[in-house]
């Protein structure tokens, strides 16, 4: 075998989890082992099994990616995925699909009034109160600025009026 000859060895994730991973994800290690006169006598590689960091990385960034920074609920981009696939569910299965879209009036005039952080605060408390008042199969996201819309999936025009109006009620 010729001295710098290596094999690349693909090795199975060791962890006991689902991974999203085929092959262990690797961090590497090399370093020289020097003889008696300070010439490289040996090269020590070590190899870590990485893949239950990575895999805690990338749902970290999936989760970066769809929900909103400030109020942890689901963002615009994730509000239009989610909102196509009801779409096509309600139409595949004929079931109703409703859509609250709300937003705060004169938010402008709490800004400016009492400041950003007491808006940030605001923004926060009323993603809570509505995620508290729907089901785990609705959506709840933040449109823009001050805008929120729930995607309600086999809820009628009717119930989904009350719903609306439970929402102005809790967040008056």
Same mark, same amino acid.
């Given at each position: 075998?010729?001295?710098?000859?290596?094999?690349?060895?693909?090795?199975?994730?060791?962890?006991?989890?689902?991974?999203?991973?085929?092959?262990?994800?690797?961090?590497?290690?090399?370093?020289?082992?020097?003889?008696?006169?300070?010439?490289?006598?040996?090269?020590?590689?070590?190899?870590?099994?990485?893949?239950?960091?990575?895999?805690?990385?990338?749902?970290?960034?999936? $989760?970066? *990616?769809? /929900?909103?920074?400030? !109020?942890?609920?689901?963002?615009?981009?994730?509000?239009?995925? #989610?909102?196509?696939? @009801?779409?096509?569910?309600?139409?595949?299965?004929?079931?109703?699909?409703?859509?609250?879209?709300?937003?705060?009036?004169?938010?402008?005039?709490?800004?400016?009034?009492?400041?950003?952080?007491?808006?940030?605060?605001?923004?926060?408390?009323?993603?809570?109160?509505? $995620?508290? *008042?729907? /089901?785990?199969?609705? !959506?709840?996201?933040?449109?823009?600025?001050?805008?929120?819309? #729930?995607?309600?999936? @086999?809820?009628?025009?009717?119930?989904?009026?009350?719903?609306?109006?439970?929402?102005?009620?809790?967040?008056?």
């Amino acid at each position: 075998m010729h001295p710098y000859y290596y094999e690349r060895t693909q090795f199975k994730p060791t962890s006991y989890f689902d991974s999203y991973f085929e092959f262990m994800q690797q961090n590497c290690m090399m370093r020289t082992l020097r003889g008696e006169y300070g010439s490289i006598k040996y090269i020590f590689v070590a190899v870590y099994d990485v893949t239950e960091t990575v895999h805690s990385e990338q749902k970290k960034l999936m $989760e970066m *990616n769809t /929900r909103d920074a400030l !109020t942890g609920i689901h963002n615009r981009r994730s509000l239009e995925i #989610c909102l196509g696939e @009801e779409i096509e569910r309600a139409k595949r299965y004929g079931h109703p699909l409703s859509m609250i879209m709300f937003d705060i009036d004169y938010f402008k005039k709490v800004n400016d009034t009492y400041g950003h952080q007491c808006g940030d605060f605001i923004l926060q408390q009323i993603a809570t109160t509505i $995620e508290k *008042n729907i /089901r785990i199969e609705d !959506t709840l996201a933040r449109y823009g600025g001050e805008e929120f819309c #729930c995607i309600l999936p @086999e809820i009628s025009i009717e119930s989904t009026t009350v719903l609306a109006e439970r929402f102005r009620k809790k967040c008056s």
